[in-house]
T-cell receptor, first 116, second 113 residues
């Protein structure tokens, strides 16, 4: 079974609107971390936001927030007030266990296009 | 945030040759990771590099093809050996620090002709 599933290969959003990028995960480990990365066309991976499995509150970082629904095993990224510079690939990832030595599992990504 | 640099940023190589990619981090880390991203695909972990021991390779990746060195706590290299066009990818190194941050280098864009 896939560890991380992103079901939206591509998304369009109007500038200044909010957009939600979906991510579901599969793990039996009670301790895990969920990450979102942005990859512009330059290829670098930019860390956006982190959510721990034991965190009580949804993570937020500026215009990014993570809608964490543990029972549904979903960790959707919400980008508010979209900007043209948000156009990029977005990857959801999971790391099982408490160790930051453990490997990541990546989803297939969602390509976001922000329209002016 | 941590800084990870990679060299070269891109290269075009002939089939059958080898390329060594360098990854430098600006603070000491225990584990470093090497990923491959084939065109239009997600990231796939090649191996995990721990300082002072041999790298641990994921299924489908072997040391003869992707030898890795980890001579100290801030540096690692990945060599792509006997290259073929199928090796054309972005290669990224990554490292984790105390806490929950995991950062990536800017990537090396490799084209094999």
């Amino acid at each position: 079974a896939q560890k991380i599933t992103q079901t939206q290969p591509g998304m369009f959003v109007q500038e200044k609107e909010a957009v939600t990028l979906d991510c579901t995960y599969d793990t039996s480990d009670p301790s895990y971390g969920l990450f979102w990365y942005k990859q512009p066309s330059s290829g670098e991976m930019i860390f956006l936001i982190y959510q721990g499995s034991y965190d009580q509150q949804n993570a937020t970082e500026g215009r990014y927030s993570l809608n964490f629904q543990k029972a549904r095993k979903s960790a959707n990224l919400v980008i508010s007030a979209s900007q043209l510079g948000d156009s990029a690939m977005y990857f959801c990832a999971m790391r099982e266990g408490r160790d930051n030595f453990n490997k990541f599992y990546f989803g297939s990504g969602t390509k976001l296009n922000v329209k002016p | 945030s941590a800084v990870i640099s990679q060299k070269p940023s891109r290269d075009i190589c002939q089939r059958g040759t080898s390329l060594t990619i360098q990854c430098q981090v600006d603070s000491q880390v225990t584990m470093m990771f090497w990923y491959r991203q084939q065109p239009g695909q997600s990231l796939t972990l090649i191996a995990t590099a721990n300082q002072g021991s041999e790298a641990t390779y994921e299924s489908g990746f072997v040391i003869d093809k992707f030898p890795i060195s980890r001579p100290n706590l801030t540096f690692s290299t990945l060599t792509v050996s006997n290259m073929s066009p199928e090796d054309s990818s972005i290669y990224l190194c990554s490292a984790g620090w105390v806490g929950n941050e995991q950062y990536f280098g800017p990537g090396t864009r490799l084209t094999v002709t």
